[in-house]
C-alpha cells in the first residue's frame, strides 16, 4: 500500500511568509491592547524590520517519519517505537491509521542572531524572539499545506497537528522523539537537560492520516488546549 509522505525538506526564507499578526500575538499584543493607532503603527514597523533583520539568517528544515497507528485499551497510543500517554492526543488520533511524527526548525544561524540581538539590542531581541516563533509555525503550517497535497488525491485526510507540551502530551517524551526522528544529525536539532529544544525555535508534532475526513466537531488549536491561562492564548 502506498502512503504519502513530505516531499519538501528545506524551503527557502521566501517561500514562508510570516504574519505580522503572529509576530504581535507573540509579543504579547492581543486585539485591543494598544488603543492608539500611532502605537500600533510604530510597532508594527518595528516588527517589519525585525522580519526583514531575521530573515537572510533563516535556515527551513524538517525530518518526519510517516508509521502505522495502533491503541491500547489503556489509552497509550502507539507510533514509530513511541508509546505516548495522552488521551488529548488518543482523541486527536482516533480512526487514524498512519501518522507522521516531524520536526521542524529554522536553524541555528537565526538563533545566533536572535541571541547576539538580545545582548545588544534587548527591545530588538525581543522582536526577534517573536518573529522567530512565529517563522516556524508558519514553516510547520507549510509542511502541513504539503502533506495534505500528497495525502488527499491519495484518499488519506489529516488530522491538525498535536505537539508535546501540548494539552496533556508531556515534554518528557521529547528526547525519545528526537532521537527516534535522528534530528541532531539530519537537522541540527538538540536538546538541554530542561527538555528544551536547541536552536530553541523547534517544533515537534505528530499529524494523523485517516481514510476518511474528519467532521469538525472537536475543538483544536488553543481552543481544544487546556492552558487557558497561556500567554500565547489565540482569542
Known sequence: MSTPVIKINQMEPEAVEIPTEEVLRYLGCRAGTLQKEESV?????????????????????????QSPVSFSENGIVRIGGLELKSRGLFCRLEGCREAVLFAATIGVQAERLMQREAKLHPAMGMILDAVGSAAVEAYCDRLEEVLRRTAEPAGWYLRERYSPG?????????????????????????????????????????????????????????????????AYRKE
Open 166 to 230: 501540548y494539552g496533556d502530551l508531556s515534554l518528557a517524551v521529547q528526547n525519545e522523539f528526537l532521537q527516534i526522528l535522528d534530528a541532531f544529525r539530519k537537522i541540527g536539532i538538540g536538546l538541554t537537560d530542561r527538555r528544551m529544544m536547541v536552536p530553541s525555535k523547534s517544533v515537534t508534532a505528530i499529524i494523523g492520516l485517516s481514510r476518511t475526513k474528519e467532521i469538525e466537531t472537536k475543538k483544536t488549536g488553543c481552543a481544544g488546549c487546556g492552558n487557558v491561562g497561556c
Open 41 to 65: 503603527d510604530s510597532l508594527k514597523k518595528l516588527v517589519s524590520g525585525g522580519i526583514a533583520l531575521l530573515k537572510p539568517s533563516l535556515s527551513y528544515k524538517a525530518c518526519y517519519l
